[in-house]
Every structure is written in structure tokens, then in C-alpha cells.
């Protein structure tokens, strides 16, 4: 079973749609990250977080320590929300989810 | 302008050649690495640096080789490429080790 788990693996949504991405994994960190990989590769971080929730524009992400559950959610999707979105979990070092892939139509 | 950037961008190389894929990073972070993607993985670490001269393995080490001489340049060399090696690069800097990373465009390395 692998430390890190992300669903669903691929998403398709209407713009406008409320999107959620799970991320679960089994064991301790110290601070979860996720990430956004656009189709040209880029990738970039979008949030770090320990504890809570974090909002950053119409992306919010959820984390649960004790369930050990992470999510990501876009409000109000958009084309430009198409990408491979990837959770990663600190350790002693990062261990990364096989991503998300996400495809957002007009 | 700030920012990590990695060069070359594309390359195609034949088995056994040697190959050096560059990445360098104005924003003085202490910790740099080196991470493959490949299809059906997620991001997996080859090798780390915590500062200059300090360099460590990561899950993938081998045939590779790494240097960090200087803070903001850490090379990744592959010193006789095969074509399990095929595969895309990025190099990635953080303030801490398991802090906020901030990756390089990506390096698309096949080798024939």
C-alpha cells in the first residue's frame, strides 16, 4: 500500500462545478503539501499546511490530522483549473501522491 | 530575475554518454534537490543538498552523481545515461527540508 493515496485519479467537471481532491495517507507528518502541475510541466506549490484550513483565492485545502486526510477543494471551476494536482506529505522527508488529474470544460 | 531555472530544457542522448542537466536558484535557499517523474510514480527524489558541499542520496540514487561547489548551482550528472534514465527532471529548492519546494521548469531527458 503505498504512504501516500490521492482520488479520484482522473476528474472531469463542467465549468462552474465544485471540485474536491482527497488525499490519505498512513503515516506521521510533519506538514502536507499540495501541488499544481500544469500540462506544459511546471509545477508549482499551492499550499503547506499542518493543521486547519487554507484559502487562497478559490482554492481551499483541508487537513485532518487524526483521520490523516488532506482535500483539496476549487470553488466555481474553470478551464484554467486543468492540471495534475499532487499531495505530498512530510516526513523526515517528502513523499509524494501519483497525482490528480483534473480537466475542467466549458 | 529570481526564480530556479534548469537547462537544457530537451535533450536526447545515446546510452553511455555522459549528461549533465543544470539548475541554478537566485533566491539563496539552503536545500536544493533532484526529483525524476515518471509515468505510474510520483515525484521521486534522487538526490538532496542542505548547503554547499553537503549533498545526500535520495530514493533513486543510482547512476547519478550530484555537486553543489556553490549555493545557488547544484548539476546533476548522468555518467554513462541508460535508457531507464529516460524520464523527465526537475530540480527543486526550500528553505527547509520538507518546506515550501519551488521547482525548475522540468528537464526532458530520453536517452536512445
Known amino acids: 500500500k503505498n504512504e501516500v493515496e490521492q482520488s479520484p485519479q482522473n476528474l472531469t467537471a463542467q465549468e462552474g462545478e465544485f471540485i474536491t481532491i482527497n488525499c490519505s495517507y498512513s503515516?506521521?507528518?510533519?506538514?502536507l503539501h499540495w501541488l499544481q502541475q500544469h500540462p506544459g510541466g511546471g509545477i508549482v506549490s499551492l499550499f503547506m499546511l499542518s493543521s486547519g484550513k487554507k484559502k487562497h483565492g478559490r482554492l481551499i485545502a483541508t487537513i485532518n490530522i487524526q483521520e490523516k486526510h488532506s482535500s483539496l477543494h476549487i470553488t466555481a471551476s474553470h478551464p484554467r483549473d486543468s492540471a495534475v494536482y499532487i499531495c505530498a506529505v512530510g516526513t523526515d522527508k517528502l513523499i509524494f501522491g501519483t497525482g490528480t488529474r483534473l480537466q475542467v470544460f466549458p | 530575475d529570481a526564480g530556479i531555472t534548469q537547462s537544457p530544457r530537451y535533450k536526447i542522448t545515446e546510452t553511455g554518454r555522459q549528461v549533465t542537466l543544470m539548475c541554478h536558484q537566485t533566491w539563496s535557499h539552503s536545500y536544493m534537490f533532484w526529483y525524476r517523474q515518471d509515468l505510474g510514480h510520483g515525484l521521486r527524489l534522487i538526490y538532496y543538498?542542505?548547503?554547499?558541499?553537503?549533498?545526500d542520496k535520495g530514493e533513486v540514487p543510482d547512476g547519478y552523481v550530484v555537486s553543489r561547489s556553490k549555493t545557488e548551482n547544484f548539476p546533476l550528472t548522468l555518467e554513462s545515461a541508460t535508457r531507464s534514465q529516460t524520464s523527465v527532471y526537475f530540480c527543486?529548492?526550500?528553505?527547509?527540508?520538507?518546506?515550501?519546494?519551488?521547482f525548475g521548469e522540468g528537464s526532458r531527458l530520453t536517452v536512445l
Open positions: 503515516v506521521g507528518i510533519s506538514a
Open positions: 527543486a529548492s526550500s528553505v527547509f527540508y520538507t518546506g515550501e519546494l519551488f
Open positions: 543538498s542542505a548547503a554547499a558541499d553537503i549533498t
